[in-house]
């Protein structure tokens, strides 16, 4: 399970394979767990119970933070036992599952072999870990998808109308030019002049977007995973 979640393991170990077959009380804390039940003090070999089991769990081993149930925001701190300890045998659980190949057939021989293998299971569905992910986050999506389509639509409104206000200029202009021309000016000197005048206020609208984006940075980062505002 951690390695095809990818947890690394910060201190101590995992269980063996014989303490998951014998449901030894052992548990494995993710770091957020470990730091908020016992700080900076040491973790191994204290004593921690789940809110589903009075039993005390021994603590092995600590892992990296993990978001089990939405990618976009951190989560509290997880507590992994051994699936052997559950005496009823009503559990919710999620299996991660390494394969080759089509997944749609994998899924199909996985689902035979627990059905065949695990008495009283009863899977409910099957999809691949990129299916879930996408699947926690579809108002952020949905927010991106309508923030970068307005943008989009704003910066082609902007150019439009700056290609218009710069045209415009431009003609009203026109006999001043001619007259420079007349008076000597080379055709150089002229477009350098006009664009110079125009520069001038682009620089400016540049200058204040950045500010704008840096004062809203913190608002943009919640909507983007992982990306961290430079």
């Known amino acids: 399970f951690f390695e095809i979640a990818g947890l690394t393991v910060e201190e101590g170990r995992i269980p063996s394979p014989a ?11 993710s770091r957020p767990a470990a730091r908020d039940l016992w700080g900076d003090a040491p973790v191994l070999g204290r004593t921690v119970r789940a809110r589903w089991d009075s039993t005390p769990y021994t603590v092995i081993g600590v892992v990296s933070d993990v978001r089990m149930y939405a990618q976009y925001r951190d989560q509290d701190g997880e507590v992994f036992t051994p699936l052997g ?3 009823n ?9 390494r394969a080759s190949g ?11 072999a627990l059905e065949r293998d ?8 099957m999809e691949p ?24 639509a704003a910066v082609l409104m902007l150019a439009v109308g700056v290609a218009g206000l710069v045209a415009t200029s ?24 006009l664009i110079a005048d125009h520069a001038r206020p ?29």
């Open 202 to 230: 682009c620089l400016g609208g540049i200058a204040a977007g950045l500010l704008a984006g840096w004062w809203t940075r913190g608002v943009l980062a919640q909507l983007l995973y992982e990306v961290e505002p430079g």
């Open 102 to 112: 089509d997944p749609a057939a994998a899924s199909t021989v996985v689902r035979q």
């Open 19 to 29: 303490e998951l077959r014998s449901g030894e009380p052992v548990a494995v804390v």
């Open 170 to 193: 431009v003609r009203r202009r026109w006999r001043e030019a001619g007259i420079r021309t007349a008076l000597g000016a080379t055709r150089r000197r002229i477009v350098s002049m």
């Open 89 to 97: 045998g009503r559990w919710f659980v999620r299996y991660l599952i």
């Open 129 to 152: 870990i990129a299916g879930a992910m996408a699947d926690t986050v579809p108002l952020q999506r949905f927010q991106a998808m309508l923030f970068g389509t307005a943008a989009g």
């Open 85 to 87: 300890r559950s005496k």
């Open 118 to 125: 695990v008495t009283g299971i009863m899977v409910d569905r």
